[in-house]
T-cell receptor, first 116, second 113 residues
């Protein structure tokens, strides 16, 4: 079974530039998550999709971050404009249902973003 | 809202020795508890999870964890550590309904020869 795919793996940009990350979840998984993991911290949920609808985006900085999951499959997370504090690893995860709290979340390898 | 504390930032264990990583949670009801491992450059992999029932949970790679409600703890254990266990370990707490996981800050395990 193929895992969660993410690209790119690494990205270096200057502040005020824009960047986009792509995620393809495990086939058939209804729920998709984007996490931000700052160095020395645990992952923090940015946004959660159930199929193509947003379930939770309470911690997404909406003035600069946006995410979409068209057709309920793959997803894109965008940052525009980037700030120095956005330097982090961006993790994508998926789970089969995500509605009961018991689902296992499967994580991709992440995209390491460095903002200079 | 739920929260997780992992009091140990780094732990060094000799290969072959036993391991215990601490995790304390805060949640008003019975939580869903998880331990994940993250190797360098890789995503997180689930080691084990607890929802209800038997408070001693077995996971992959020889790991186990014990849920202690009275102490609000879910400590991870392994009887004999291997060099390949060197990684960062995250405890997470979830809630019923839509699964918002809250992660601790992680414990980095170093294994000495």
């Amino acid at each position: 079974e193929a895992g969660v795919a993410q690209s790119p793996r690494y990205k270096i940009i200057e502040k005020r530039q824009s960047v986009a990350f792509w995620c393809n979840p495990i086939s058939g998984h209804a729920t998709l998550y984007w996490y931000q993991q700052i160095l020395g911290q645990g992952p923090k949920l940015l946004i959660q999709f159930q199929n193509n609808g947003v379930v939770d985006d309470s911690q997404l900085p909406k003035d600069r971050f946006s995410a979409e999951r068209l057709k309920g499959v793959d997803s894109t997370l965008k940052i525009q404009p980037a700030k120095l504090e956005d330097s982090a690893v961006y993790l994508c995860a998926s789970s089969l249902e995500g509605t009961s709290g018991r689902d296992t979340q499967y994580f991709g390898p992440g995209t390491r973003l460095t903002v200079l | 809202a739920q929260s997780v504390t992992q009091p140990d930032i780094h732990i060094t264990v000799s290969e072959g020795a036993s391991l215990e990583l601490r995790c304390n949670y805060s949640y008003g009801a019975t939580p869903y508890l998880f331990w994940y491992v993250q190797s360098p450059g890789q995503g997180l992999q689930l080691l084990l999870k607890y929802f209800s029932g038997d408070t001693l949970v077995q996971g992959i790679k020889g790991f186990e964890a014990e849920f202690k409600r009275s102490q609000s703890s879910f400590n991870l254990r392994k009887p004999s550590v291997h060099w390949s266990d060197a990684a960062e370990y995250f405890c997470a707490v979830g809630a019923r309904g839509f699964q918002k996981l809250v992660f601790g800050t992680g414990t980095r395990l170093l294994v000495s020869p």
